[in-house]
């Protein structure tokens, strides 16, 4: 079945780096756009970036643009997200999900994997 | 502070139905774009509710249903079960955000 497994959380300091992954299956993973999302402690959810299919389109929420970056390896079904200059608010647990529809506005967001925690503290 | 809004919390009794609601403005829901829901049973995952307004996938029972009107949305849940106590998001997209999908605040249901 369609599944998404999240690693690479873990306690990191602030102004630290941080690469989370992603490991997909149960799906041709090259024919979809993907998204991180993450949710604070006890707080919502926000989208933090997308990747189109073959890479050439990403884009980030402004609360994390210039310090993330997302990419995904087809050959091995993977999507990742590099974390840098990391700070206390972006303590979240972190999911990927698949984009349904591309990139585009009316895009929802499914499967989601089981998350990863990521802790920003000194 | 979320860009979509809704109630902190709803109740209802088994068997009772209950509605949440999720209230944008004119750059998302107002704007005309759709209106998805997924529930988050404690300590898990988002899963996909509704999808396009008032859609549903399939596997999702029919006591789940959505709307959406003007600059809001509503996700009813008829027939209340206690599998059903759960967080429950609104998602949309807002086009003043440099073009971003957005969530609303989350609705803690509890089932009395």
């Known amino acids: 079945q369609v599944q998404l497994v999240e690693s690479g959380g873990g306690l990191v300091k602030p102004g630290g780096s941080l690469r989370l992954s992603c490991a997909a299956s149960?799906?041709?993973?090259?024919?979809?756009?993907m998204s991180w999302i993450r949710q604070a402690p006890g707080k919502g959810l926000e989208w933090v970036s997308y990747i189109s299919s073959s890479s050439s389109y990403t884009n980030y929420a402004d609360s994390v643009k210039g310090r993330f970056t997302i990419s995904r390896d087809n050959a091995k079904n993977s999507l990742y997200l590099q974390m840098n200059s990391l700070r206390a608010e972006d303590t979240a647990v972190y999911y990927c999900?698949?984009?349904?529809?591309?990139?585009?506005?009316?895009?929802?967001?499914?499967?989601w994997g089981q998350g990863t925690l990521v802790t920003v503290s000194s | 502070q979320s860009v979509l809004t809704q109630p902190p919390s709803v109740s209802g009794a088994p068997g009772q139905r209950v509605t949440i609601s999720c209230t944008g403005s004119?750059?998302?829901?107002?704007?005309?774009?759709?209106v998805h829901w997924y529930q988050q049973l404690p300590g898990t995952a988002p899963k996909l509710l509704i999808y396009?307004?008032?859609n549903r996938p399939s596997g999702v029972p029919d006591r789940f249903s959505g709307s959406k009107s003007g600059t809001s949305a509503s996700l009813a849940i008829s027939g209340l079960q206690a599998e059903d106590e759960a967080d429950y998001y609104c998602?949309?997209?807002?086009?003043?955000?440099?073009?971003?999908?957005?969530f609303g605040g989350g609705t803690k249901l509890t089932v009395l």
């Open positions: 999900a698949r984009n349904r529809i591309a990139a585009r506005p009316l895009n929802w967001f499914d499967p």
């Open positions: 149960g799906f041709t993973f090259s024919d979809y756009y």
């Open positions: 998602q949309s997209y807002d086009s003043s955000l440099s073009g971003s999908w957005v």
């Open positions: 396009g307004n008032s």
């Open positions: 004119s750059s998302n829901i107002g704007a005309g774009y759709d």
